[in-house]
């Protein structure tokens, strides 16, 4: 079963991904035409309530800031929300990549591109390393100094595991500019977060703080920020007694109204000098008789440790499926992910690159060739691969056809909507279905998602810069093509 729609499909006739999403009934990515700017993401009306977890950014500095990062030059600038990256000079050309605000793209040429094939634009076409054309519209500057693109370049997704800080909201509203303290309406009424989780954002500059603060336009968003909503901050600064967090799309919100998640410990993703088949524990577990029965004194398993494996390693004994050990013994299989090496599917060329999704045993394999390079715990689809259930993860051979650093995600499934801001490390492969991080739950290894493959912010952002196609200096987006092939991704019960 595939899902509605045919964006992210082979001829990814893309504007932007207005909402992309792991559920069969979601509203998925959709294609348009024509030189239409960008805008932002509609919000779903309600969310899903899941249990909080959390990515690993990197810790930045939160020493004040009196002046933002400045871009490179010469080059392009997106002013306000994503623009499209062009394989020719015309419209109906096929869109091979997305360029984010504040994003600066390099030029092949300083010159405008001028030739009989290039169709109108406002202010003509520019070509754009290391490949496409994008149209210089309104939305776009060549100026790296002009106040949007100051603003936008502050709230960029950083190139760590976790881009942005990630929380949900309490209910507020999400103000477009800054208000007066008396304006701002306090949030649902819940226990206060700790202010001091704010602490890790690093500071806005003085010149982001005046772009809210001289911002023209209405106060508030209109969709306000429900509570439970899923939502990413960029920045944060003091103003008349109150702390605000920045959020990727520019929006602000009051501290006391955002519960940040907190900060896990950081996972290996690389299985160094383990051969296999081995096994994840994925929660503290007893070490068994090959039988499946317990052990007196048997030593306790720490969640996180790596087992080696017998070969075959997974038997049915005591009427339940055991992991045999190597050295004797066993575990109950629901208490590890077992990874275990495979040939290459037929498809694969030698030496190429390949992904192995093992749904049963939430464990995932990236390959050169015969050869397996590192592993994954992964979350799938909370049906598994039932045939046709809802949530499920399909089995089947894919090749990933487009990679975005974030993207937004949503939908319907079951009796509710939901919708996560800028979830990070993105590569679909069947339509709306992707590899991607997951900060909003612990539960790698078991099924946890709507349908697509959840794997911790760390080893999301591992596979994806492994992960073919590559993605150019300054897009936030790539889509694969026949010159550009995308990384095979195998998904298999």
């Known amino acids: ?69 400045r871009a490179a030059s010469p080059g392009l600038v997106v002013l306000r929300g994503e623009h499209r990256v062009f394989e020719a000079p015309r419209w109906k050309s096929d869109v091979i990549g997305v ?50 693109a100051r603003a936008a370049r502050e709230v960029l997704p950083r190139d760590v595991a976790a881009p942005y800080r990630y929380g949900r909201a309490l209910g507020s509203a999400r103000y477009r500019r800054l208000p007066d303290r008396a304006a701002v309406a306090s949030p649902t009424k819940r226990p206060l ?18 772009f809210f603060a001289e911002r023209d336009g209405p106060l508030t968003d209109p969709v306000n920020a429900y509570p439970g909503m899923k939502l990413a901050f960029a920045r944060r600064f003091d103003r008349n ?4 967090l920045v959020t990727h799309n520019l929006l602000l919100l009051p501290a006391e109204a955002v519960d940040l998640a907190p ?34 004194g048997a030593a306790k398993l720490s ?62 394999i990236a390959y050169q060739g015969d050869e397996p390079l590192f592993g994954a715990v992964i979350s799938p689809g909370l049906h598994g691969v039932t045939q046709d259930a809802e949530l499920r993860s399909p089995p089947g051979l894919y090749r990933v056809n487009a990679k ?50 959840n794997l911790t912010p760390a080893d999301a952002k591992h596979l994806f810069d492994w992960l073919d196609p590559t993605l150019p200096e300054g897009w936030h987006a790539v889509r694969a093509d026949h010159a550009h092939l995308g990384t095979l991704v195998w998904v298999t019960p």
Request: overall charge neutral; glycine content about 8%.
């Open 263 to 296: 900060d896990p410990a950081p996972r290996p993703v690389a299985f160094d000098d383990v051969p296999l088949p081995l096994a994840k524990v994925l929660t503290e577990t007893t070490r068994l008789d090959d039988q499946g029965r317990a052990l007196p």
């Open 404 to 453: 975005w650093r974030t993207s937004d995600m949503g939908g319907r499934a079951g009796q509710g909507s939901y919708v996560t801001r800028a979830v990070p490390w993105v590569a679909y492969y069947d339509g709306s279905y992707a590899l991607h991080g997951a900060w909003w739950h612990d539960a790698f290894g078991h099924p946890r998602s709507h349908g697509c493959i």
């Open 303 to 364: 969640s996180g440790s790596l087992v080696a494996l017998a070969d075959p390693p997974i038997a049915w004994r005591g009427g339940q499926s055991l992991v045999l050990l190597a050295d004797g013994g066993a575990l109950a299989n629901r208490d590890v992910s077992v990874f275990v090496r495979r040939p290459p599917p037929r498809a694969a060329a030698p030496g190429q690159k390949w992904v192995h999704v093992s749904v049963m045993q939430g464990a995932l």
């Open 1 to 69: 079963m595939r899902r509605g729609g045919t964006a992210m499909a082979w001829r990814w006739k893309l504007a932007l991904v207005l909402l992309a999403s792991c559920s069969p009934r979601a509203r998925t990515p959709i294609a348009s035409e024509g030189p239409s700017p960008s805008s932002a993401a509609p919000e779903a009306p309600s969310e899903a309530a899941i249990a909080p977890s959390a990515s690993p950014p990197a810790a930045p500095s939160t020493s004040a800031s009196t002046s933002p990062p």
């Open 193 to 210: 977060p700790d202010s001091a989780a704010s602490e890790a954002l690093p500071v806005a500059s003085d010149a982001l703080v005046a």
């Open 99 to 148: 360029l984010r605000a504040g994003q600066h793209v390099p030029l092949r040429s300083p010159d405008p591109y001028v030739a009989p094939d290039a169709e109108r634009c406002a202010g003509g076409w520019s070509q754009v390393a290391p490949r496409g054309f994008v149209c210089v519209d309104a939305n776009v500057t060549r100026d790296p100094e002009h106040p949007e």
């Open 241 to 244: 007694g109150q702390r605000w």
